[in-house]
């Protein structure tokens, strides 16, 4: 394998988090193991998701400059597989660092919303929209700005509601 040859790796990663899952169910809770070297409980279809993952790393170690492998990383196996925003938002935060396509960004700002962190999302769609209002991705953008800010709105209404269930009592 040509260890810079980016595209074996975003397509080995893709055969193993997607592909040769694809059959398998979900595994249910109490039947997921503790895996020490991946620090979690999982099942046989999640061990071939953190495969991919260590897949990745590896290319990322051997091309540190290539934005797609951080991309996949994050979107493709964190975010859409593993649902793990945190690690979706550190990857897709650091494939921004480098050269990168315009759409990058976007799936940063929907883990961003994901992963709880409405404020920065804001931001971010408000900076891309700035850049890109003529073109049509603008109402996306829109669109995410106003699903953030009633995000915000109702965490603030639930810590209102909250705080007035214990005036209360």
């Known amino acids: ?22 059959d398998m169910i979900d595994t249910p809770e109490k039947l997921k193991e503790w895996r020490p070297s991946y620090g979690a409980w999982l099942g046989e279809k999640e061990i071939f998701y953190y495969r991919a993952v260590s897949f990745l790393k590896e290319g990322i170690r051997k091309n ?6 951080y991309y996949d ?3 493709t196996v964190y975010a ?15 494939a921004l660092h480098h ?21 920065k999302a804001i931001a971010g769609w408000t900076d891309y929209l700035a850049k890109h209002a003529d073109t049509a991705s603008a109402p996306v953008a829109r669109k995410f700005i106003v699903r953030n800010q009633g995000h915000l709105a109702e ?6 509601l909250a705080a007035a269930a214990v005036d209360r009592e």
């Open 73 to 75: 990383l994050g979107y």
């Open 64 to 69: 540190p400059r290539e934005y797609r492998l």
């Open 155 to 160: 965490r603030e209404a639930r810590k209102l």
């Open 99 to 119: 050269r990168h396509d315009r759409w990058v960004p976007r799936m940063l700002y929907r883990s961003l919303m994901l992963n709880g962190e409405h404020e």
């Open 1 to 22: 394998l040509d260890p810079n040859f980016i595209e074996a790796f975003s397509l080995g990663a893709w055969h193993i988090a997607y592909n040769e899952t694809v």
């Open 80 to 94: 859409q597989k593993l649902e793990d925003h945190a690690n979706a938002v550190k990857y897709l935060t650091a």
